[in-house]
């Protein structure tokens, strides 16, 4: 029978949209088959439902979406009573719900929908699909006493209907309020309650929605600027150096179309980034000469400009008016969603309130979801040497708004801002250092040349050797300043990891007084003889390890050992079982030569360094993945026909499988993740996508974390093999 949901509220303006997209994106890390349903709908199509089939891939007709419109409901309710409504209702869920696993069920919305007693319809279809509940309070300028007593009247009332409430939200208080809610309901309530703090971004309208409600005209400004939240409006009548000290961060600037001086000295603070500004907006349909849009477009590129026809007073009306909700449209505010549910919610605890069976099948949304939840659980901080770049400075706002862990970007301080603040982006809550002027360019500059002494460096070459941002970055990484390095969007393979290899070195460069081999924090890890790799391929429902496809081109036997126990010890950290096999052109005995000879002695090494482990070898990848062939070929294998994890013979073989199988049979493929340095430092395609990039640094910071910190599971350098 399907799992169900009920997500609702007790009246409207509870910001339930955040709690309806953090259920969402918990919900589909146990399982691909999540539906959705909802009850009633003000005007098809649904924008929320839409928001969620892009997000989560979702593949449901958008007409199983929802039951009726509030207007029909209305016609049923007046004409045939609430049996009939509810029947009709709860029949089109089971039409919708049979294709599905879980489904999350979005309660009505309380907004002028002319039906009596909602909270009891609620309650009344929650009992009849057999959900659990979780009802939202929203505190939107409530004081703390009013919310807590407004979640424990909401709780009795759906608990006296019938309702299975697991847990409850209190969602938008006031964020000095927060604790002290929290703790209160913690000990009057039976069952978990969140509280979320608001956040005014969330409903700050973005530049493009302002545009399209004031039927604007875009004088200058991009996509990127467009999108844009204002978070505070600035109206602009005074002298300048008045009207500079009134400026906040991502204000909109609101003045006269002919204060051009205003306009220029608006776009010069955003340029100096002191502060950076969401745009400005002109009134009285007057605009500036092409002289100062000239001066306008070179001061702040993308920067947007928009002119409107009416004056500031009732512009300022309609600004205020305004409230931006979530859609496609605004993805940096889902991210904030997303990391706002995620850091007050306790989403282990509530998993196990719901019930969810975590599925066998393993979609490629829900392994990127899990290494997210498994990053965050570890707080760690990786530096990110390229941070003037475009693709990274909005993964790195994705990962703060979401919470995965802590940042540090290298560059120029000024540089680094400054293209932040064109781009839109926020990084705030991120460390920003310049290796020329940073204060460890002198210590790092001593340890360089001590551990390159006897190639010749000294200290005053060091010093300028230090100030390439991948090598700062690696010495951070070395000196336990940054827990891992991703690094190559716009670098080599080689320029990334070197650094790694002169510095960090492999697992065998430090050994304990056992004979262990440590990490720097003294934790035991495998032996590594050299540096490999391993993509992440996520199939369309299950996640397979592929190694060595991106450092080693012709490991001998030895080498391949140590990338098929490597590759093991990494496909275990993230949650999918080892089962190695050991590729090759010939299965068993039933093929011979050079190329097989090699693969049959790495197979019996590591049999002898690791008779834990199950392994296969040689075998052909059919017969490692299809469970038909491997029962002709080898029909008593543990590994034959489930095999986990493939390591190909050499780089030719297994860089070229991993782009066929990515392009060919469209896997996702995540990685090169590399493995066998003391800390982790890994390397970005340089045409890495911003989701790539993103999934990268949450890889690296799992790396880092220490053995307690259990996986959320889901169920030489070769510059060529970019």
Request: negative net charge.
């Amino acid at each position: 029978m399907t799992r169900s949901v009920y997500l609702t509220g007790i009246d409207r303006g509870d910001g339930r949209q955040v709690i309806e997209l953090g259920l969402m994106d918990l919900l589909t890390r146990q399982t691909g088959r999540v539906g959705v349903y909802r009850p009633l709908l003000h005007d098809a199509p649904d924008r929320l439902f839409d928001v969620l089939r892009g997000r989560y891939r979702l593949e449901q007709d958008p007409a199983t979406a929802f039951g009726m419109e509030y207007h029909e409901a209305s016609a049923v309710l007046a004409e045939k009573g609430t049996d009939e409504l509810v029947s009709r209702l709860v029949d089109r869920y089971h039409r919708a719900a049979r294709d599905f696993d879980v489904m999350l069920v979005l309660g009505t919305d309380y907004a002028e929908t002319n039906l009596p007693d909602e909270l009891a319809l609620n309650a009344r279809l929650a009992n009849e699909l057999g959900a659990v509940v979780i009802p939202v309070v929203g505190g939107t300028g409530q004081p703390a006493e009013s919310v807590r007593a407004e979640a424990r009247n909401a709780h009795r009332a759906y608990e006296s209907l019938g309702c299975q409430v697991v847990a409850m939200v209190v969602n938008r208080v006031a964020a000095e309020d927060r604790a002290a809610i929290a703790e209160r309901l913690a000990a009057r309530l039976p069952v978990p309650c969140y509280v979320l703090p608001d956040d005014k971004s969330l409903a700050a309208p973005t530049v493009a929605q302002i545009t399209r409600a004031l039927d604007g005209e875009v004088l200058l400004g991009d996509d990127a600027g467009l999108s844009r939240d204002a978070l505070d409006f600035v109206f602009g009548g005074a002298h300048l150096p008045n009207f500079l000290n009134a400026l906040t961060p991502g204000c909109l600037v609101v003045t006269p179309g002919d204060r051009s001086d205003l306009v220029v000295g608006a776009l010069a603070a955003h340029s100096a980034g002191t502060p950076p500004i969401a745009g400005v907006l002109l009134t009285l349909g007057e605009r500036p000469g092409g002289d100062v849009l000239t001066l306008a477009s070179k001061l702040a590129p993308g920067t947007p400009v928009v002119s409107v026809a009416g004056n500031s007073f009732p512009t300022a009306t309609e600004l205020f008016s305004l409230q931006s909700r979530l859609n496609s449209a605004t993805p940096r505010k889902l991210e904030t969603a997303l990391g706002l549910f995620e850091r007050h919610v306790d989403t282990a605890e509530l998993r196990g309130l719901l019930s969810v069976a975590r599925s066998e099948r393993v979609t490629p949304m829900m392994f990127e979801n899990a290494l997210l939840e498994q990053a965050r659980s570890g707080r760690r901080r990786v530096v990110l040497p390229e941070g003037t770049e475009e693709r990274v400075l909005r993964a790195a706002d994705v990962i703060l708004r979401r919470g995965v862990c802590e940042l540090t970007l290298l560059g120029e301080t000024q540089a680094v801002l400054k293209k932040a603040a064109d781009l839109g982006v926020d990084i705030s809550r991120a460390e920003v250092v310049d290796p020329a002027t940073s204060p460890l360019r002198e210590r790092f500059a001593e340890h360089y040349a001590r551990v390159r002494a006897h190639k010749g460096m000294t200290v005053e070459l060091a010093g300028d050797v230090v100030t390439d941002v991948n090598y700062f970055g690696t010495l951070m990484v070395q000196e336990g300043l940054a827990d891992g390095m991703v690094s190559g969007s716009v670098h080599s393979t080689a320029a990334t990891i070197r650094p790694a290899f002169e510095i960090i070195k492999t697992n065998t460069a430090a050994r304990s007084a056992s004979g262990r081999v440590v990490a720097g924090d003294g934790r035991a890890k495998p032996e590594a003889s050299i540096v490999s790799s391993v993509f992440f391929m996520c199939l369309a429902d299950k996640v397979l390890v592929y190694g060595d496809c991106a450092v080693n081109p012709d490991p001998d036997a030895e080498q391949l050992a140590d990338i098929a126990v490597q590759s093991a010890s990494t496909a275990a950290a993230f949650g999918v079982e080892p089962r190695i096999a050991m590729l090759s052109y010939s299965t068993g005995t039933s093929g011979s030569g050079a190329d097989v000879d090699k693969v049959r002695k790495a197979t019996e090494l590591v049999r002898a360094q690791r008779p834990d482990l199950m392994i296969e070898g040689p075998i052909q990848y059919d017969a490692a993945v299809d469970a038909d062939v491997a029962a002709t070929k080898l029909p008593d294998s543990k590994v034959a026909g489930r095999a986990t994890v493939l390591i190909f013979p050499d780089l030719n073989t297994g860089n070229n499988t991993y782009k066929a199988v990515q392009r060919s049979a469209g896997a996702v493929a995540v990685g090169p993740v590399l493995q066998g340095l003391r800390k982790p430092v890994n390397d970005l395609s340089r045409g890495a996508l911003v989701q790539d990039i993103v999934t990268t640094i949450a890889i690296t910071a799992i790396q880092s974390q220490p053995p307690s910190v259990p996986p959320s599971a889901p169920p030489s350098a070769s510059p060529s093999a970019k």
